[in-house]
């Protein structure tokens, strides 16, 4: 799937792209990524997802894990930027808010019955405020929280440009 990646030192969007990651694909944390994604690539079931440019398709931006559970509610497991994103000094701004409409475009897609369109996750204590002010989360309680179809059309309709 096309995405744009907001570059942050010129303003300029370059153009993405979402798709399946492979083993081979995922980095690991001596090049300074914070999971270990050699490690969570071999959990059973789970989807994994990359955001690279199209000009260096070999080099993820940012990385996903989603499980779908019970066969009908899809959970984020994880989901990282790469190093040089992280933070307001990050390359790209919005390589996040990308593969989480990417997410939320996925539970429609999977989620059965009345889970589809919702996206839930466990957020870290410090990021709980993020996703709810930057991009429209639910809070549940403890540091469970999720998407509603209504903000997942939104992030889908900010980040990918379409509904």
């Known amino acids: 799937m096309k995405a744009d990646l ?3 030192r010129t303003g300029n969007t370059v153009e993405a792209f979402i798709s399946k990651a492979a ?16 490690k969570l690539y071999k959990t059973d079931g789970a989807l994994f997802y990359r955001i690279a440019k199209i000009a260096s398709p070999g080099k993820p931006e940012g990385l996903l894990m989603l499980t ?3 066969d009908e509610m ?6 990282e930027v790469a190093p040089h994103n992280f933070g307001s000094q990050g390359r790209y701004e919005n ?13 429609f897609e999977l989620g059965k019955g009345p889970y589809q369109g919702y996206l ?9 405020e993020l996703y709810m002010e930057k991009y429209g989360a639910t809070f549940a309680m403890g540091q469970k929280m999720f998407f509603d179809p209504a903000a997942g059309k939104k992030l889908m ?3 990918l440009n379409i509904v």
């Open 68 to 70: 779908l559970i019970n």
């Open 157 to 159: 309709k900010q980040y």
């Open 6 to 8: 907001l570059e942050v």
């Open 23 to 38: 083993k081979e694909d995922m980095p690991s944390r001596k090049d300074g990524w914070q999971f270990t994604w050699k």
């Open 74 to 79: 899809l959970f984020m497991n994880d989901i």
């Open 95 to 107: 390589a996040a808010g990308c593969l989480l409409a990417f997410a939320c475009y996925k539970s």
């Open 120 to 128: 839930s996750f466990d957020s870290k204590t410090e990021l709980i």
